[in-house]
């Protein structure tokens, strides 16, 4: 089975980023991730590559060292869309500093492309972000629900794509439909798959606990088996949705499906 984490931002009332990562470890989770980002206190918290002092980070390391693998989310600020996508690999290096810093394994940057294809330019900015990355010991997941093909044609090394399979299953349009099941986009990314975000979707909302809508994961699974994938299941879950009983009970859910 996959490393299974958990994303912080809040659990219940907790705030600090190293009280979370304690939370996600007790909780026997083998990955974490976490935002880039001050966030909003007290709503919910990251942590600000600007703010963030050495000893600070010697200490978030120490508590990051109990995972297997870890996740930085870059700011959504900081997608990597048509205009000025240069100048957003600028501002995503103090971020992937920070995740190299903190022995992560995997930067997730949004990516916004036009509606008719990737610019040449945008190809350009991802492949300086993925040599960027590899020089800190990262890879990138550019986060999209469409589009795979011409960031297969891009063959930008570092640079893969970080699927959210809960927003394949929102309405408008429905990501989903031109290949019918989870596993058919697993086989169809094969290895430019490089991490997931992992929640369930109901009648009235997304990112809540998985086994509470309608996503399949039984079918997720057998993609991920099928292709070989090698990254972790990061369980993406609003706070405001999801217990953290049932953020605990998730991690559960997760490894008995496909058995």
């Given amino acids: 089975m996959w490393p299974v984490g958990f994303m912080t931002w809040r659990i219940g009332d907790l705030l600090d980023p190293g009280e979370q990562f304690a939370w996600v470890a007790d909780h026997g989770f083998e990955a974490v991730g976490f935002h880039a980002s001050p966030g909003d206190p007290p709503h919910w918290r990251g942590v600000d590559p600007g703010g963030c002092p050495a000893p600070e980070r010697a200490r978030?390391?120490?508590l990051?060292?109990?995972?297997e693998r870890k996740e930085v989310h870059a700011p959504f600020r900081l997608t990597l869309g048509p205009d000025a996508p240069e100048q957003t690999v600028d501002e995503l290096l103090p971020v992937l500093d920070l995740a190299g810093d903190l022995g992560c394994d995997v930067v997730t940057v949004h990516l916004r492309l036009p509606p008719d294809g990737a610019l040449a330019a945008q190809r350009d900015a991802a492949a300086r972000l993925g040599t960027e990355a590899l020089r800190r010991g990262l890879v990138i997941g550019l986060e999209t629900e469409w589009?795979?093909?011409a960031i297969r044609t891009w063959g930008a090394d570092g640079?893969?794509?970080t699927l959210d399979i809960g927003h394949l299953h929102l309405d408008a349009p429905r990501y989903l439909d031109p290949f019918g099941s989870l596993e058919a986009v697993v086989r169809h990314l094969g290895d430019l798959l490089v991490h997931l975000h992992v929640h369930d979707v109901d009648d009235l909302s997304d990112h809540v606990e998985p086994g509470t809508g309608r996503v399949d994961f039984d079918s997720l699974l057998r993609g991920l088996q099928a292709t070989g994938y090698q990254g972790m299941l990061m369980l993406e879950l609003n706070p405001d949705r999801v217990t953290p009983e049932a953020i605990a009970r998730s991690r559960v859910t997760l490894?008995?499906?496909g058995r």
């Fill in 60 to 62: 978030l390391r120490r």
């Fill in 64 to 67: 990051l060292d109990a995972f």
């Fill in 159 to 161: 640079v893969g794509v």
């Fill in 147 to 149: 589009g795979f093909d």
């Fill in 255 to 257: 490894l008995a499906c």
